[in-house]
């Protein structure tokens, strides 16, 4: 059965959009937890639009079970991982205009600056995923870079727009976690996915866990946070 990780940016991003210190994320990860959630994930980005560095300090004294910092390779994030220790971090691309990740790293056209982030971090004993697109050839220089896992992204698949494109996208996924799967590496998926994508996911046992943040934010201003987290277990557990 895999795991659940719940990403709790988007608590932020309604905090920072006024300025105060509600919503806080640091009560929602607490209330994940405690809804079944096996993991909190932040993405501490470089301009800090939603998570701040107080919020990781704090989480990393109040989670439970697994706090996951996703980052860019970068040698600010690098020592602010270093110093805090995660259990896992989630070496991600990322650009100043995005509205949020809009896909995998690019392995094969920056193998070296990526193995240098990963021998930084496992210097700090912090084990590294890397967020990649289904792809093989991503795939398979993951696995000469020292990365335990890969985080698989799943977007495509969840804003396709026909059935084709959506079939077609899935079975790259799935091709792409066998793969990894068969090189040694921890497979995580995420990115897009909500209540009714998530139940594609039946029986692809080589997926570990899955992160998942905005469409249980989204559902939890209209049924309340643990209500959306359980529900999001729920079929999680399905699978």
Known sequence: MPSL????DHVATLRQARGISIP??????AIAESAGAD??????REDRRHIQDRDVRILRKTVKTRLILEMAATPEMIAI??????DLVTLVPEKRQELTTEG????VQNTESVIEAI???QEFTIPVSLFVDPAPEQINVAHKTGALCVEIHTGVFCDAQTAKAKDD???????SAKLADSLGLGVNAGHGLGYHTIKSFKGVSQIDEFSIGHSIIARAVMVGLDRAVRDMVALVNTL
């Open 119 to 121: 021998s930084s971090l």
């Open 169 to 175: 996208a899935f079975e790259r996924i799935l091709e």
């Open 39 to 44: 993991g909190v994930v932040v993405h501490l």
């Open 81 to 86: 991982a270093g110093d805090i220790k995660p």
């Open 5 to 8: 990780a719940i990403n709790v």
């Open 104 to 107: 995998g790293l690019d392995l």
């Open 24 to 29: 806080d994320p640091i009560t929602a990860a």
